[in-house]
């Protein structure tokens, strides 16, 4: 290990709504990366696409390894994991939009070599709705001086709808809700049924996040996720 007293800040979103941003952000910007990926897609037809073919590759490394365990100790990537095991995180690795969601594998990875006290996992619901809170627990883990922050500056919204930089900081009341300027994410019930495939596919990835939470290796959960992915 490089630096084994480095520490690791996590900042997780709900996995559902993470997928479906990084999809629009691909979806918007023709330099994008993954946009010829996404282009001719709605979020339906691909959620569809991608579920059955991680769910396909999933079903192959199972063949070599145990049932997932919720209260399993992570043993982190490489020498440590089963074929199987390895297997399973590169079908999530492999698929940025989607299987980067499933955060599970890879926060093990960051549990399995570094103690709870080097890992900070936050959430963007503490962000958007309490960011000097998220900004104290921050400062606290690094050993940082506390700073006085402009109020407005905090109140601000950053990186909304593809817009990447300082420049781009917006109050609330003038982002419109994506289903409100984005055709893509009309409530339809194609919309709605890959939102609803997207959280049980996600659920027994979350339920190991809130294990980890309730025996101390992360922060807890949002309530939000626990009502969602239960």
């Not at 299987?99 to 503490?126: C, I, K, M």
């Amino acid at each position: 290990m490089l630096n084994p007293k480095m520490k690791i800040i996590v900042v997780l979103r709900d996995p559902v709504q993470r997928a479906l941003s990084r999809f629009l952000e691909q979806k918007r910007n023709e330099r994008f990366p993954l946009h010829k990926e996404v282009k001719n897609h709605t979020f339906a037809t691909f959620v569809d696409q991608e579920i059955a073919e991680m769910g396909a590759c999933v079903e192959r490394a199972a063949a070599f390894k145990n049932q997932l365990a919720t209260g399993a100790v992570p043993v982190g990537w490489g020498g440590g994991m089963s074929l199987g095991q390895w297997m399973e995180a590169q079908c999530f690795a492999r698929r940025n939009i989607i299987g980067w969601s499933a955060y599970d594998v890879f926060l093990e990875n960051y549990l399995a070599h570094f103690p709870p006290d080097q890992v900070l996992v936050l959430y963007t619901n503490e962000l958007a709705e309490n960011p000097l809170s998220a900004i104290r627990k921050t400062e606290s883990f690094l050993g940082a001086p506390e700073h006085k922050y402009d109020p407005n500056r905090l109140s601000m919204v950053f990186n909304s709808r593809a817009c990447y930089h300082w420049k781009c900081a917006k109050k609330v009341t003038e982002i419109k809700a994506a289903d409100d300027s984005e055709p893509v994410t009309n409530r339809t019930a194609p919309f709605l049924q890959a939102v609803s495939r997207l959280t049980t596919f996600f659920k027994p990835r979350m339920q190991r996040l809130f294990k980890w939470a309730e025996e101390g290796r992360i922060a807890d959960v949002p309530p939000a996720w626990k009502s969602t992915y239960a």
